[in-house]
């Protein structure tokens, strides 16, 4: 294996190494390197040293901005329509702006690292100021799986981007209303479009997705439960439905109270609909435009976040019911494990560490019970 340096300019050299190819003969590649004549030539003897042990890559003309096209095409596959379309925002909007142009054989740990601190300091497009750090560590994270890719298609002999600092996150304070205020939300949203979809999130703890999703052959108000069996993602304007979070269906029990106003919702709407000539079933979805067609995730948060507004509540994320449910349930006693199924996580470590906040008081509650059992159970000295 041979290889050998020419000075270009002062300062700059071409690396010439001889590769072999399928037939037997041997071509050249050539490399350009910025340093003194001993830092070339020890870059040299690297190439050399990586092309006869199998860690060698060739340079290619292709950019960031190219591979993560490329990258992007590749995942269509691989994850779902929503995965990829953020995929496609965090890579085009924020990762291609700060390191798009950088030839991807020369991209560096040093250059991703200062396109964090860059994307902190000034990355936002609106040009008022920076992306928030956790912004910053989905681009991280896209960023590694896509050159990860590279590196099992042989174009990086290794990722640049896992080496990279992450910027530090800090665990934002859950918001969730107390039960006093649950009462008063649901007394000011009562005659309005969203008042079952937000009685399903703060008193039953679904997701979004899934009261968009939730039809009225999956309710039981015989039974009092209903059967959360798929959710709905919303990709531009398309509505889809597919399998729920975990990937696991789940009964969640309903309380009188909810049993009594999905009776009284679901003769309302349809009335309304038989007015349209539209004859409801059990196909039907629980919460769906007038017309019965389904309802757009986005919708219901925009509407979520208008009708807020009108109040004196405080204001919080449509997402944040389903947390005032879950919190409410652990104040009040429930078991974490009930509450983890209820919630449909996937494990009871999700539930503990999302509502760690709320177990200081379960666990004074727990020791005084467990003291006051031994107390009784100590026979007063005679």
């Not at 960031?64 to 691989?78: G, I, M, N, P, T």
């Not at 009930?338 to 999302?354: C, F, K, N, P, V």
């Amino acid at each position: 294996m041979k290889g050998h340096i020419r000075e270009r300019s002062p300062g700059k050299w071409a690396i010439i190494v001889d590769l072999p190819d399928a037939g037997g003969k041997r071509r050249r590649k050539w490399h350009s390197f910025a340093g003194t004549k001993r830092q070339a030539q020890e870059e040299c003897a690297r190439i050399i040293t990586a092309i006869r042990h199998g860690g060698y890559t060739e340079p290619t003309k292709t950019t960031v901005a190219a591979y993560l096209d490329r990258w992007l095409d590749h995942e269509k596959s691989a994850v779902s329509p929503k995965t990829l379309e953020r995929y496609a925002e965090i890579a085009q909007k924020n990762i291609v702006p700060l390191i798009g142009d950088v030839l991807l054989s020369k991209l560096k740990t040093e250059r991703i690292d200062a396109a964090w601190t860059s994307a902190l300091a000034s990355g936002r497009r609106d040009g008022k100021g920076g992306l928030a750090p956790r912004t910053v560590h989905h681009m991280r994270r896209v960023l590694i799986k896509a050159l990860s890719q590279a590196v099992v298609w042989d174009m990086l002999p290794k990722n640049p981007a896992t080496a990279s600092k992450p910027p530090k996150v800090e665990r934002k304070e859950m918001r969730a209303y107390e039960a006093g205020t649950t009462a008063e939300l649901l007394d000011a949203v009562r005659d309005t479009r969203i008042f079952v979809p937000v009685l399903l999130a703060v008193m039953c703890g679904l997701r979004r997705g899934e009261i968009v999703a939730l039809r009225w052959r999956n309710v039981d108000l015989v039974n009092c439960r209903l059967a959360v069996v798929e959710t709905a993602e919303q990709i531009k304007s398309v509505v889809r439905l597919k399998e729920t979070k975990s990937g696991l269906s789940r009964v969640v029990s309903l309380s009188s109270t909810v049993v009594e106003e999905l009776k009284a919702y679901r003769a309302r709407q349809a009335e309304e609909q038989l007015k349209l000539g539209i004859r409801p079933d059990d196909r039907s979805f629980v919460v769906s435009q007038i017309d019965g067609a389904p309802l757009q995730p986005r919708s219901l948060t925009h509407e979520w976040t208008r009708i807020l507004a009108k109040t004196k509540l405080e204001r919080i994320r449509f997402h944040d019911l389903r947390h005032s449910h879950a919190t409410q349930m652990l104040a009040a006693g429930v078991h974490p494990k009930i509450a983890q199924e209820r919630l449909g996580h996937s494990t009871i470590a999700i539930t503990l560490d999302l509502y760690s906040h709320v177990m200081p008081g379960m666990q004074a509650d727990a020791a005084e019970q467990v003291d006051a059992a031994i107390r009784r159970a100590v026979k007063p000295a005679s």
